[in-house]
């Protein structure tokens, strides 16, 4: 593992840090709103009962078991579909987890242990078990002094060094590049914000943020393609304007390349014109 990531990421490893009362209370307020807007992530804050592994423990043990789940997205995929969807997965629950923090604390948390897990989900009208990452989370003292830019910078660091063991583990087994990884990572990341954002009617701040954060110079994180784009579109019967901002891409999970596969409404490789009629046409049947 890069040693860069588990000096980041391990800090602390089993003992919480001091944090103010009223930061904890903030994050803990934080998880309490994920677990009912984003039941499909667990996030709990550090404790001595809490039973995780380490995240290099984690991924050293389990990554066999998180790349056949990706198995149930799609028929005939090979390794590097896997990886793709894997990375993709994972780096969009690990922004909804952290992102949930720091949209509405300013707070930056630390993953210290991680665990796969079932849980149950609604799907049309039906109760199905499904998988999920679940982060265990401590935050750090000293975060109240820092300026905006200066926790936009925290939080990239520390996302980007929690990601990079990650991602060279999944290179060792799958072979999908270390680019493209980084590309899915920043494509969770931004769209992750944005769920949040419009749960929580902060859209524009959470999308200022979220280019704050994987725009940065010189960042693993940063693609030309990977955008925000507001579509419009008439609704029939003089019904009025629909209004959707969508996270464009700039990686792909190659679902194209699985069996019955196709290219995903917001995918880099689709020409522009042609994703815009499609995310017109997502809208128009939207229940927005």
């Avoid at 050293?60 to 149930?72: G, V």
């Avoid at 690990?94 to 991680?114: D, E, M, R």
């Avoid at 010189?218 to 507001?230: A, D, G, I």
Wanted: glycine share 8%.
């Amino acid at each position: 593992m890069a040693n860069a990531g588990r000096v980041l990421m391990d800090e602390g490893m089993g003992q919480e840090q001091p944090t103010s009362t009223a930061h904890r209370a903030g994050a803990v307020a934080a998880t309490e709103w994920l677990a009912t807007a984003f039941p499909e992530v667990g996030c709990s804050l550090a404790s001595a009962q809490a039973v995780f592994k380490s995240p290099d423990s984690f991924w050293s043990e389990q990554i066999e078991t998180c790349l056949a789940y990706q198995d149930r997205f799609a028929s005939g995929m090979d390794d590097k579909i896997r990886a793709a969807h894997l990375i993709a997965f994972y780096s969009h629950q690990l922004s909804l987890a952290a992102g949930a923090i720091y949209l509405t604390t300013g707070l930056v948390p630390i993953v210290s242990g991680l665990r796969f897990e079932t849980y149950s989900r609604a799907f049309d009208g039906q109760t199905l078990e499904a998988g999920r990452f679940h982060f265990l989370v401590e935050m750090p003292s000293g975060q109240g002094e820092m300026g905006r830019e200066e926790r936009d910078k925290s939080f990239h660091d520390v996302f980007v060094a929690h990601l990079r063991p990650v991602i060279a583990v999944v290179k060792r087994r799958c072979s999908l590049s270390t680019r493209a990884q980084w590309r899915l990572a920043a494509d969770g990341l931004a769209g992750a914000f944005l769920e949040i954002g419009r749960r929580r009617r902060e859209e524009e701040m959470a999308i200022e943020q979220a280019l704050a954060i994987v725009k940065r110079a010189h960042s693993p994180l940063t693609s030309r393609e990977l955008h925000y784009e507001r579509i419009d579109v008439a609704c029939a019967g003089g019904e009025g304007l629909r209004s959707r901002t969508y996270r464009i891409r700039g990686g792909c999970c190659l679902f194209y390349r699985a069996e019955g596969g196709s290219y995903c409404d917001t995918c880099v490789l689709l020409k522009r014109e042609l994703r815009r009629d499609r995310l017109r046409a997502h809208l128009l049947g939207s229940k927005k």
